[in-house]
């Protein structure tokens, strides 16, 4: 089993930064696939983007593109996503989740961070 424990949520204003975090824990020795999620009031979850287990390849919505940067520490078990330029669009239950390389399930999950945008 792998376990993923999400921080670094918070309240920032329009136009500010934040950077989540991801750690793994439990049985990591496999490779996985790293991605990240995220579930505003009403609307059902989406993906927001995702990273290869060597780091070598991206991949992130479109409405988000240019602002937030995925990125893995292996050597850490830890995943980041770097949030910039924020929205009050982008407010929403960030979630970490885990496939196996080259699957199409994403196996495990976090507990989620909540992240807020004011105006």
């Known amino acids: 089993q792998v376990q993923l424990v999400e921080s670094g949520g918070g309240l920032v204003q329009a136009g500010g930064s934040l950077r989540l975090s991801c750690a793994a824990s439990?049985?990591?020795?496999?490779?996985?696939?790293m991605g990240w999620f995220r579930q505003a009031p009403g609307k059902e979850r989406e993906f927001v983007a995702a990273?290869?287990?060597?780091?070598?390849?991206?991949y992130s919505r479109d409405s988000v593109k240019g602002r937030f940067t995925i990125s893995r520490d292996n050597a850490k078990n830890t995943v980041y996503l770097e949030m910039n330029s924020l929205k009050p669009e982008d407010t929403a239950v960030y979630y970490c989740?885990?496939?196996?390389?080259?699957?199409?399930?994403?196996?495990?999950w976090g507990q989620g961070t909540q992240v807020t945008v004011s105006s």
């Open positions: 989740a885990a496939r196996p390389s080259k699957g199409t399930v994403w196996d495990y």
């Open positions: 990273i290869s287990w060597s780091g070598g390849s991206t």
């Open positions: 439990g049985r990591t020795s496999s490779s996985y696939a």
